[in-house]
């Protein structure tokens, strides 16, 4: 996370580094008698040089770092917002566990009373079938009865009337026949 003054410091250091090896590198082949003055020049430039290097990237590198902590920072702070959430999360889901067992039970007593429930108005609605089923089959067999009671009462009459024709033929004579005769045409005459 560079800044542009960072990185314009950066090259311009580069550049004094090349710039200041230079003379440095030209030095080397031509040590003579200078030894531990060039030694100390040598020393001395490089403490200029890093003098220099602090002095102009101290702000920028202050602001980096600085930004740079408070980003850490705010991550930092995330992350523990993050922790913290997934913490709850997990204390939740262990807590719906724990209370999954009970969850279950109460499940599967409500289940059990529904199912008793519904076996209890099956069991009523098949005994009200049952005996309006019942009910119909003795309706019908009223019926049944009562109409073989008819027949057999027709049977009966039938068997009488015939009994009753067979004695009257048997004990009528024909003077009785030819009294009824006249009898019945003495009545329609009557009614005319």
Known sequence: ?????????????????????????????????????LLTGRVFNLAVVVAVLVWVARKPLANF???????????????????IEAEAKLAEIESRMSRLDQELGELRTAAEREAQEEYRRLAAAAEAESGKIIERAKQ??????REAFLELK?????????????RIRAHITDEDRARLVDAFVAGLGEKK
């Open 140 to 145: 019908e067999i009223d019926g049944m009865t």
């Open 65 to 83: 770092f600085a930004s740079r902590t408070e980003a850490i920072r705010d991550q930092l702070a995330e992350a523990q917002k993050a922790r």
């Open 154 to 166: 027709a049977h009966a009459a039938g068997l009488a009337v015939g009994a009753a024709e067979q």
């Open 1 to 37: 996370m560079h800044t542009p003054r960072i990185s314009v410091v950066l090259r311009a250091v580069a550049a004094g580094l090349l710039l200041a090896a230079r003379p440095l590198l030209a030095a080397e082949g031509n040590e003579g008698g200078w030894g531990l003055w």
